[in-house]
């Protein structure tokens, strides 16, 4: 990769080069095309520079999703700041972590939330901004002057820092390069047949991998358009399907399709792709998918750190309940706690190099070094198997193994045959301190209707697993806690119900 084949001059490129076409269309609002939204990204870059943030600098985002903060990201990338976006349901005591470590130059958030921030960080320049494009970033791009000028980048500066979840202890800060970007989306737009007149439909939040970097480089390095929605909702996503022909979601979006009366084969009949990521998509999903559009997800698995790492093929098989194989140019091996590989078909942790593995954590080089190898495999503490031709099965996270009596319960594989119950819509296996088993095996079941029992678990699983992997009780929720892309939060599942066997 040479110097000036960075992320930031592709995205420069192909905005000029596709200067007439439609980029971003808003449903019921505008459509932006590729010079407009340069454009804007072009005002920004001034408005950063009054703003005294520079090559380097972080820009702290948690703003809701609209077309200028994705011309705000671009102007970062041009003015040469290092990209900082963070969860926009964060409260100011939450957000007051991310200013203290990130140390911004500027924070830009809601423009609701401007005199609270504005009170809170007296330090910092302060700007807001609106779904609707209100606030004082907006006012200070229009009296300023846009430049085309880039600032200089080189393959192995920073990008982007994106903060992990921070399920167990603080979040930390991923430092994604230009590299580490612009390889994956490369790879991703050859793997996936990205085409010229692709039209994505977008309903993703955009402070993550999934929505920010997987579905808008997509689309921005090839010239094709998004339709852009503020949020998921059933209706509007089925309305806006038949001007679409890909889109990314997380397993929440699947579900919740099958689940309204509206939506039928007829609905997505133009669509060439959908594809799941960002948590794991159940077997039962993906067959009821298939049975009722008659489409077979896509299913692919990545992470804050690494972006996208595995999928599903375009042209192939694609296995329900698997990752498919590893990207090109990324190694994947299944290994045991001490980095020796594993023999196919053995569970272990997932440990992966490539041009999209993270330069480190920011601020953070003893954990840095704590979660890569020696030999610079990066441990990504999701525990697989292998088959023999490659293909990657996800059977949890290693803090999520269960260690019941000494012996080792994968949640991945006691959930899959709960989900098949009848009566449950969905579970969360996790352990729990036991007095006799030092963790007991717990089913939280989202139930259909009525409530599931254990004994109507552990009748229907019986011949299916070994005693010690099944429920020592089970417990009904009316939904599972998620975070914001659809992951289980099996940390506060733990948490709610630790006293359980006490």
Known sequence: MAA??????????SLAEHANRPCLRVPGGRTWSYS???????????????????????????????????????????????????????????????????????????????????????????????????????????????????????????????????????????????????????????????????????????????????ALHCVLLTGTEALFLPRFEPEPVMHEMADATVMMGVPTFYTRLLDHPGFTAAACAGMRLFI???????????????????????????????????????????????????????????????????????????????????????????????????DGYFITGDMARMSEDGRVRIVGRAKDLIISGGYNVYPKEVEKLIDDVAGVRECAVIGLPHPDFGEGVVAVVVPEGEGVSLSQVRQALEGQLANFKQPKEVVNLPELPRNAMGKVQKNALRDQFADLFS
Not at 8 to 13: E, F, I, K, R, V
Not at 315 to 331: K, N, Q
Request: charged share 20%; proline share 4%.
């Open 4 to 13: 000036e084949d960075t992320l930031t001059h592709a995205l420069c490129a």
């Open 36 to 214: 407009e939204l340069d454009a804007l990204s072009q005002r920004l870059v001034g408005v950063l520079e009054d703003a005294g943030a520079g090559s380097g600098d972080r820009v702290l985002v948690q703003a809701g999703k609209s077309v200028e903060a994705v011309a705000l990201y671009l102007a970062c990338l041009r003015r040469g700041c290092v990209y900082v976006p963070i969860n926009t349901a964060y409260t100011p005591a939450e957000v007051a972590y991310f200013v203290d470590n990130a140390a911004p130059a500027v924070f830009v958030c809601a423009h609701d939330q401007g005199a609270e921030f504005l009170a809170a960080f007296a330090q910092l320049r302060v700007l807001t901004l609106g779904i609707a494009g209100e606030g004082t970033l907006m006012e200070a791009a229009g009296s300023v002057a846009g430049t085309a000028a880039i600032a200089e980048s080189a393959p192995d500066d920073v990008a982007a820092v994106l903060y992990t979840s921070g399920t167990t202890g603080r979040s930390k800060g991923a430092m994604l390069t230009q590299r580490n970007l612009l390889s994956n989306a490369r790879v991703l737009i050859d793997l996936w047949g990205w085409r010229d007149d692709d039209v994505l439909l977008h309903a993703l939040p955009i402070f993550h991998v999934h929505g920010l970097f997987v």
């Open 276 to 374: 799941s990521g960002s948590a794991p998509l159940t077997e039962q999903t993906f067959k009821a998918w298939e049975s009722l559009t008659g489409h077979r997800i896509l299913e692919r698995y990545g992470m804050s750190e690494t972006a996208m790492i595995t999928s599903n093929p375009l042209d192939g098989e694609r296995v329900p309940g698997t990752v498919g194989y590893a990207l090109p140019e990324v190694s994947v091996r299944i290994a045991d706690g001490s980095g020796t590989e594993l023999p196919r078909g053995e569970v272990g942790i997932i440990e992966i190099t490539g041009p999209n593995v993270f330069k480190g954590y920011w601020q953070m080089p003893e954990k840095t070094a704590e979660e890569f190898r020696s």
